[in-house]
């Protein structure tokens, strides 16, 4: 559905955006903006900034970007049109006409909303009258109790041919609606057309404002009779198939009651099955959702990675479960951003969530959780456990398909941490391993790059003399003795990532004040003062090795200089990282630039005098 520009800017203008955002997070007021944590992913150090004046919302930690529509659209999953439509219905905004194509589709949409809603209401009375008593009692051995069936509207589908066909027929509705809704099929023969579900306990799924879109159905009988006086096997679990309203790849079961608990605990529990879902929320485990009888899919992902940055997924400890952690690593490889991952928990053989409960109660599912593995490991593990490593050629082998899985990630960022990673591991686990009379202590398997470079010097000792943190702390003393700079570094500064501790909550700061027009160095001082960095402030502006540079009346060009030399030096581990990939991959045109980049970056920081920040080679 289109909207007129004019429409749009008049939707924009006239809604608060950090009243929009303040129902969601704690919003503070620092000057002309808002600060406050950041609703899109989990932070310690509020990091989400609301420039009311200006329209938009910014997460320095995510990247997260947008206006007022942009927020309701990824907070609440909506597509563009219903969120331009909730936020007008706020303020009584009359939504101007559409398409006669557009308003033909969203009349369709709304009669099929009526029609599964009066068909979940048919199915909860079904249940809880006289003849849903074998299906309660069913619920009920379960540990279901009639809140439970209430809060997740359980109901029943009888063990007849059409009873709910001629049910909402009588209620007017047309059998042309109920195919379109999924509840009924007309066989290929031309037979008379027939409920879908069919003595089975039904859960209606919904979408995320708690709208039922779909059914679930699980099967009450374990296998029905033939015409051959035999019995065959039915289906355990039923879905709808994909409608108007329901894509079950882009759907999770349990989202709409899950919300509240993942947004108040920054978590999501990701598990098989309906039943896992209800028991987990009877637990108190309320933030636990599941897919809808397939592998978790990419959209299911990204739905998830709206809420929580690292949503953790369940698997049963058996060959099936591993089968469908497998899958869901491979599938989220290539999404992978900057603190966008997932993890992994395994439950114990023989158990799901219901039976571990039952045995152990919350805590022992708590600990299942708290023990969840990143999906780093299981990439690790995936592969390992394809073959031995017990020979050169085989740990090659497993190298060569863990960097293949690693080449999958679309963001380089990611994707380098995650060679790295490997490198790492692949040294753990092989430099025992060594030739008949090598020393054990020569790690003769270490690859080159894991040798000391910049950003780990330093090892096993404290930051003091670490080159990469001293890096940090020049590229902050700079921004502050010289915060006209800020227009044009800000974007790097917000993009670096810090390997000294303490100094996130400054930058933070920093950033904020990059906003503001005609900075100076006193007003800067004066506001991280107010701040509470008096002794960090004090530390950075007294480094003798760039006093110079940080006078107020040193040359900007010149305080430019030695920003962009020590940015270079802090991100030469992320440029080597990129030469041995591309080394590996055998693009030697790329690896030839990088390296070309690297030996610049070094001879300029020796030749303008930088030689103490420069690594020390092997």
Known sequence: MGFPPEFLGELRNRIPLADVIGRRVKLTRRGREYLGPCPFHNEKTPSFTVNEEKGFYHCFGCGAHGDVIEFVMRSDNLP????????????????????????????????????????????????????????????????????????????????????????????????????SAGLIITPEDRRESYDRFRNRII????????????????????????????????????????TPLFHKGRMLYGMAQALPAMREKRQALVTEGYMDVITLHRAGLSHAVAPLGTALTEDQMRLLWQVVDEPVLCFDGDAMGGRAAARAAERAL????????????????????????????????????????????????MEASLQSADTPERRASLESRLMAQVRTIADRTVQSHYARDVKDRLWQAFRGTRPHGVPKATPYLRPLSLYPQVGQEGAGTDERTNPQVEREKVLLALVIAHPQMLDEVAEQLGSMALTATGLEALRQEILLLAEREELDKATVESHLLECGFRDTLKALLDMENIASYLHTDAAEGKARTMWNHTLNLHQLPEIEA?????????????????????????????????????????
């Open 203 to 242: 859960f209606p799924i919904t979408d995320r404002r708690g709208r039922v879109i779909a059914f679930g159905g699980r099967a009450m009988a374990k296998a029905i009779p033939t015409s051959d006086s035999g019995a065959h096997k039915i289906a355990k679990y039923l879905n709808s198939p994909e």
């Open 334 to 381: 290539p999404l992978l951003t900057p603190g966008k991952s997932l993890r992994f928990a395994i439950l114990p053989a023989e158990e799901d969530p219901d039976s571990l409960i039952q045995h152990g109660g919350r805590n022992a599912m708590e600990k299942v959780i708290a023990d969840a593995k990143p999906l780093s490991h299981v990439i690790w593990e």
């Open 80 to 179: 563009f049109p219903e969120a331009v439509e909730r936020l007008a219905e706020d303020i009584g905004l009359a939504v101007p006409e559409s398409s006669p194509q557009d308003r033909a589709r969203e009349k369709e949409r709304h009669s099929l909303l009526e029609v599964v809603e009066t068909a979940a209401l048919w199915f909860t009375k079904q249940l809880m009258g006289a003849r849903g008593g074998e299906a309660r009692a069913y619920l009920h051995g379960r540990g279901l109790d009639e809140a439970t069936l209430s809060a997740f509207r359980l109901g029943l589908a009888l063990d007849t041919r059409t009873s709910l066909k001629q049910a909402l027929t009588a209620k007017g509705i047309s059998e042309k609606l109920l195919i």
């Open 578 to 618: 990129q030469l041995k990939e591309a080394e590996q991959a055998e693009d030697w045109e790329r690896f030839s630039n990088l390296k070309n980049r690297i030996f610049a970056i070094r001879t300029e920081a020796i030749e303008d005098d930088l030689s103490k920040m420069v690594p020390r080679r092997v």
